[in-house]
């Protein structure tokens, strides 16, 4: 593992990327001190094009948000503290959300603030039955950064974001499930072993397929029908020329299960 001011990261040789927060004894809230270091980790995980991307923390609470304390030392300059972080963490975690590879985020206990945002941004995401949810913004002041209200708006719908966002309430895993803030909810000791089951299945289908599905879910909405159609025709025209969609119409017609390579 690559570590530099409380963020971790590798590539490994399944193609398996990780970023991890390791800053438990802040709560692995984001600030000046550690943005840089999450925006290396994301430039170099994405760099070594891996095949799954998996975000994850340390200790008993996923994300805090941002540093609290970080906010009240700036005082009167607490609007150029949030150009500082944003415009340093804003570009990076972009090229994460718009990543063509499937990303899993694995939210291991409590998230809020600016941590909603990394964890929901998740193609897949997978909670403790100890996570809650508050946005947070409200009791402090603030509006929503980093994503947190883009994703969670897609994911529970405008309305209902909107309300967890204006009352700030700790919304259980129950609920975030029932809502369709999180995928799947396991118990904590079991989270990592569900978590390493996913990756793998999506390490074994076909790359380039993942790839144009996510492009379709990402730059469709803004599509018209037509424009929609012709992005269909040129992915699957793509991922037709590939050797594994060579082997995997051969194992189907086979009754076998295929063996994909990426190529």
């Given at each position: 593992?690559?570590?530099?001011?409380?963020?971790?990261?590798?590539?490994?040789?399944?193609?398996?990327?990780?970023?991890?927060?390791?800053?438990?004894?802040?709560?692995?809230?984001?600030?000046?001190?550690?943005?840089?270091?999450?925006?290396?980790?994301?430039?170099?995980?994405?760099?070594?094009?891996?095949?799954?991307?998996?975000?994850?923390?340390?200790?008993?609470?996923?994300?805090?948000g941002g540093d609290i304390r970080e906010f009240v030392k700036a005082g009167d300059r607490l609007d150029e503290l949030v150009d500082e972080i944003l415009d340093e963490l804003l570009p990076g975690y972009l090229k994460l959300a718009q990543a063509t590879c499937p990303i899993v985020t694995v939210v291991s206990g409590p998230v809020g603030g600016a941590g909603v945002g990394l964890a929901l941004c998740g193609d897949f995401v997978l909670a403790s039955d100890t996570m809650k949810l508050r946005t947070g913004y409200a009791a402090i002041g603030l509006s929503p950064d980093v994503g947190a209200s883009y994703f969670l708006a897609r994911r529970?719908?405008?309305?209902?974001?909107?309300?967890?966002?204006?009352?700030?309430?700790?919304?259980?895993?129950?609920?975030?499930?029932?809502?369709?803030?999180?995928?799947?909810?396991?118990?904590?000791?079991?989270?990592?072993?569900?978590?390493?089951?996913?990756?793998?299945?999506?390490?074994?289908?076909?790359?380039?397929?993942?790839?144009?599905?996510?492009?379709?879910?990402?730059?469709?909405?803004?599509?018209?029908?037509?424009?929609?159609?012709?992005?269909?025709?040129?992915?699957?025209?793509?991922?037709?020329?590939?050797a594994d969609a060579r082997e995997g119409t051969s194992a189907f017609v086979a009754k076998r299960k295929p063996s994909f390579t990426g190529r």
């Open positions: 593992m690559n570590e530099m001011n409380g963020i971790e990261w590798n590539v490994d040789a399944q193609g398996v990327g990780r970023i991890v927060l390791n800053r438990p004894e802040h709560n692995n809230a984001l600030g000046p001190s550690n943005a840089p270091a999450l925006v290396r980790a994301i430039d170099e995980v994405l760099a070594g094009q891996p095949r799954v991307v998996v975000i994850e923390a340390r200790g008993p609470i996923f994300c805090a529970v719908g405008p309305v209902r974001a909107q309300q967890w966002l204006m009352l700030s309430d700790a919304i259980d895993a129950a609920h975030c499930l029932a809502a369709g803030a999180v995928d799947q909810v396991h118990p904590a000791d079991s989270l990592a072993a569900a978590a390493q089951a996913l990756v793998q299945r999506l390490c074994a289908s076909a790359p380039a397929s993942l790839s144009a599905m996510k492009r379709l879910s990402l730059e469709g909405p803004a599509l018209s029908l037509q424009a929609y159609l012709s992005l269909e025709q040129q992915l699957l025209k793509a991922c037709a020329r590939t």
